[in-house]
Every structure is written in structure tokens, then in C-alpha cells.
Nanobody, 122 residues
Framework: QVQLVNSGGGLVQAGGSLRLSCAASGRIYSSAVMAWFRQAPGKEREFVGAISRGVGRTWYAESVKGRFTISRVGAENTAYLHMNSLRPDDTAVYYC???????????????WGQGTQVTVSS
């Protein structure tokens, strides 16, 4: 079993920046795709971005492209979501996820972090 721990959320003013972390531990036998999703109150969980295994190819939702960046370090079991130029509509609970295939569909990811709140004030 793999555990993912999210951290780094908080309250920030519009235009500010935050960095979220996702650390994987447990029975990790191979590297995996790491992804970020977010869910605002009353809305469905939304794909933010993902980073592949190996070469670390990234893929972003149009709503965050150019503002958010995903990176990973070490044995590829820690991933970061760097968020710049934050806007009030970025307010949500952010989750990291781990899976085998690069996908924007939540059901494709087997392991999930507990989520961390990001609130952007105007």
C-alpha cells in the first residue's frame, strides 16, 4: 500500500504564489505518474496537471497553463505543484494522486493524498 501526504496549502492574496508538496511512502516498487487535482465546493474534482515517469513530461489543464508547474525530485516519489499568479477561482482543495498512466481522469489514479486547502483572496 502506498501513502501520499499533501502539504503546503494556505491563504494567499490574488497574484501570489504557493508550493504544494506530495510525498509518497510505503510499498513503492516502481516510479509512477504523479498528478494534481482540485475540487472546489459544489464542483467535481478537476484535473490540474500531471508529470510522467522517467523523463518527466508534464501536462496541464488550460486553466492553469503558464501559471502552475509540476516537478518531481529524488526517487520520483516526491512531487511539487508550484502555483504562481494565483486567482480567486483557484480556491479549492488540492489533491495529489499516483497512477500508472498519464490521464486527466481521476478514476485512473489508484493512490490519493488527503488534500490540502488553497484559498486565494481578492
Amino acid at each position: 500500500q502506498v501513502q501520499l501526504v499533501n502539504s503546503g496549502g494556505g491563504l494567499v492574496q490574488a497574484g501570489g504564489s504557493l508550493r504544494l508538496s506530495c510525498a509518497a511512502s510505503g510499498r513503492i516498487y516502481s516510479s509512477a505518474v504523479m498528478a494534481w487535482f482540485r475540487q472546489a465546493p459544489g464542483k467535481e474534482r478537476e484535473f490540474v496537471g500531471a508529470i510522467s515517469r522517467g523523463v518527466g513530461r508534464t501536462w496541464y489543464a488550460e486553466s492553469v497553463k503558464g501559471r502552475f508547474t509540476i516537478s518531481r525530485v529524488g526517487a520520483e516519489n516526491t512531487a511539487y505543484l508550484h502555483m504562481n499568479s494565483l486567482r480567486p477561482d483557484d480556491t479549492a482543495v488540492y489533491y495529489c494522486a499516483r497512477g500508472t498512466d498519464l490521464s486527466s481522469t481521476p478514476a485512473k489514479y489508484r493512490d490519493w493524498g488527503q488534500g490540502t486547502q488553497v484559498t486565494v483572496s481578492s
